[in-house]
């Protein structure tokens, strides 16, 4: 009987502990995925592959026309006319104080997965990685100096 106690509690241990590690892991992701971003580990600190040009910068403006404007507006200040407004700080391309959480990378992701709330599609079926990140090189040009 005594071993089957101890079994009992060893087990109880081990389950107790996965339950915090996983628990500790889905808090301790970025406060990106809090917000219903998805944005892998890493995916904060990846470069663009593209060397950013003035070619590259007027492909990512002609893409953001077609398919980010009409929510963000024409100069990225979230007032475009499919945009929430309950949400147009959030959607507020051109705030510089959101840089350091707004890598290439976390912009990147954010235009390739998409969220929920608010919504933002996800246009990862929609525009090869190339041309996402086109879109991050002319979104960038938008934050205010």
Sequence with gaps: MRR????????????????SAVAVRA?????QQASGWTIPPNGAAEKSPLTVNATVVGAGKKL???????????????DGDDGD????????????????RNTD????????????????PAFSEQISKEQAWTIVAYVQTLRAK
């Design 27 to 31: 808090s301790g992701s970025d406060a």
């Design 4 to 19: 089957l106690i101890i079994s009992v509690a060893v087990v109880m241990l081990w389950v107790g502990i996965f339950a």
């Design 105 to 120: 990378g976390t912009v990147f992701y954010k235009i390739w997965n998409g969220r929920g709330t608010p919504k933002m």
């Design 64 to 78: 953001f026309e077609a398919k980010c404007q009409r929510c963000h507006g024409a100069l990225g200040k979230g």
């Design 85 to 100: 407004p309950d949400h147009q700080e959030d959607m507020n391309l051109t705030l510089a104080a959101r840089a350091v």
